[in-house]
Structure formats: structure tokens, C-alpha cells
């Protein structure tokens, strides 16, 4: 079964930088797009950045310009970068895979906090 482990959250000051983690395993299809979401307490949940192999990757307008996401071509990891980080990016951040070439299944990670204040 596939299973996503999650890791980088916590407190940033604002204006400073954190990199969040999301390994995939158990993975038997090769048409794979990974991301991050994200939901704040009575907010929707919402797309922060998706990639997949040899593709460009999709960064949502509220982290364009400082914010980067990458997946390794080793096996399903992907990082994603966030630069100058503001009090409204507070949120939980979820891993979120999807798989099949109509993207027939999707799976989440457990959702690690990103708290961003003084």
C-alpha cells in the first residue's frame, strides 16, 4: 500500500525559510504528480505546489517567487522550499500524491504544522 511520511514542520519567524519533505513509498505506477496542500483552521484546503519527472512544476500565486518544489529521481521524494515566509502562510501543510495516468488515485500524507510568527 502506498504510504507518504512527512517532515520539516514547525516555528519560523516571518521573512525566514523552511523546506518541507514527503517520501512515497510503495508505489507501482510510473505516472506519478506529488505536492503540498495546505489548510488553515476554518479555511478550505488548498494548493500550495505539485511536480512530476520531466515536467515543470505548478506553484500556486500565493507562493510565486519564494517558493520552489523538486522531486528526486531516486525514488518519490519531494521537497518543497519556502522563502520569506509570512504569518498567513500558518496552516497544516498535507503531502498529497496522485496516481494513474487519468490520476485514478490519490493518497495524503498525516499533515505536519507550519506555524509562522514572532
Known amino acids: 500500500q502506498v504510504q507518504l511520511v512527512e517532515s520539516g514542520g514547525g516555528l519560523v519567524q516571518p521573512g525566514g525559510s523552511l523546506s518541507l519533505s514527503c517520501t512515497a513509498s510503495g508505489i507501482m505506477n510510473n505516472n506519478v504528480v506529488m505536492g503540498w496542500y495546505r489548510q488553515a483552521p476554518g479555511k478550505q484546503r488548498e494548493l500550495v505546489a505539485s511536480?512530476?519527472?520531466?515536467?515543470?512544476?505548478t506553484l500556486s500565486d500565493f507562493v510565486k517567487g519564494r517558493a520552489s518544489i523538486s522531486i528526486s529521481d531516486a525514488k518519490y521524494m519531494v521537497l518543497l522550499q519556502i522563502h520569506d515566509l509570512k504569518p498567513e502562510d500558518t496552516a497544516v501543510y498535507y503531502c498529497?500524491?496522485?496516481?494513474?495516468?487519468?490520476?485514478?488515485?490519490?493518497?495524503w500524507g498525516q499533515g505536519t504544522q507550519v506555524t509562522v510568527s514572532s
Open positions: 511536480i512530476k519527472r520531466r515536467a515543470p512544476a
Open positions: 498529497n500524491v496522485k496516481l494513474g495516468y487519468q490520476m485514478s488515485y490519490e493518497y
